[in-house]
């Protein structure tokens, strides 16, 4: 398995500032994702953290909003910009290991709280 | 698209069996996954299965696995209080590496 930390582990922010989260994993991984749990709902993935070139993104979420960061294999950032309370959620972090094996692991989790 | 559905609530005794079932439309699907979240906590992945096969056994869980019918269960033998969590039910679809994720089902073990 893996060692997975999230930074930090929650925030209550102002409605129109910006968060960034951090996420760092204990050997190189691959993939990383980073996923939104609103309160009460499953888990949606919001982007794909691409070491070295962009992040891809599903629908509904963009890159002037949740920009991305993936410096290195080990380690990423998600920021959380000009918060409304509807992005009051948990951020979380996911990696898979391996190359043909499909195992992957979360980070703690970030809850952030918009005011 | 993707859709996975869990029945919201299950409740049972300390020392009973507890099954937690899960439906999925994507018929591409190459692993499925449960995971459980404790309060306050992250996912905590727990087994996965397979598209290939029809049971997993993992000490106090066992998978099943009917494909045919895109159903999925979850069994745990002799549930202890500290099974009462949510959990989820996700698939990973061939083409794509993320997971899709069911609604979560909350588990609560009486004692």
């Known amino acids: 398995s893996a060692v997975i930390s999230q930074k930090p582990s929650r925030d209550i922010c102002q409605r129109g500032t910006s968060l960034t989260i951090q996420c760092q994993v204990d050997?190189?991984?691959?993939?990383m994702f980073w996923y939104r749990q609103q309160p009460g709902q499953s888990l949606t993935l919001i982007a794909t953290?691409?070491?070295?070139?962009?992040?891809?993104?599903e629908s509904g979420f963009v890159i002037d909003k949740f920009p991305i960061s993936r410096p290195n294999l080990t380690f990423s950032t998600l920021t959380v910009s000009n918060m409304s309370p509807e992005d009051s959620s948990i951020y979380l972090c996911?990696?898979?290991?391996?190359?043909?094996?499909?195992?992957?692991?979360f980070g703690p989790g970030t809850r952030l709280t918009v005011t | 698209g993707e859709d996975v559905e869990q029945s919201l609530f299950l409740s049972v005794r300390e020392g009973d069996s507890s099954v937690i079932n899960c439906t999925y439309t994507?018929?591409?699907?190459?692993?499925l996954y449960w995971y459980k979240q404790e309060p306050g906590a992250g996912l905590q992945l727990l087994t996965y299965?397979?598209?290939?096969?029809d049971m997993k056994q993992d000490q106090r869980l066992t998978v099943l696995l009917n494909k045919k019918d895109k159903h999925l269960s979850l069994r745990i033998a002799d549930t202890q209080t500290g099974d009462s969590a949510i959990y989820f039910c996700?698939?990973?679809?061939?083409?794509?590496?993320?997971?899709?994720f069911g609604t979560g089902t909350r588990l609560t073990v009486i004692p």
């Open positions: 953290a691409n070491q070295g070139s962009e992040a891809t993104y």
């Open positions: 994507d018929s591409s699907s190459t692993y």
């Open positions: 050997s190189q991984v691959t993939m």
């Open positions: 996700a698939e990973n679809v061939a083409g794509a590496n993320n997971l899709f």
């Open positions: 299965i397979f598209s290939n096969m």
């Open positions: 996911s990696v898979i290991l391996g190359g043909i094996s499909y195992e992957q692991y």
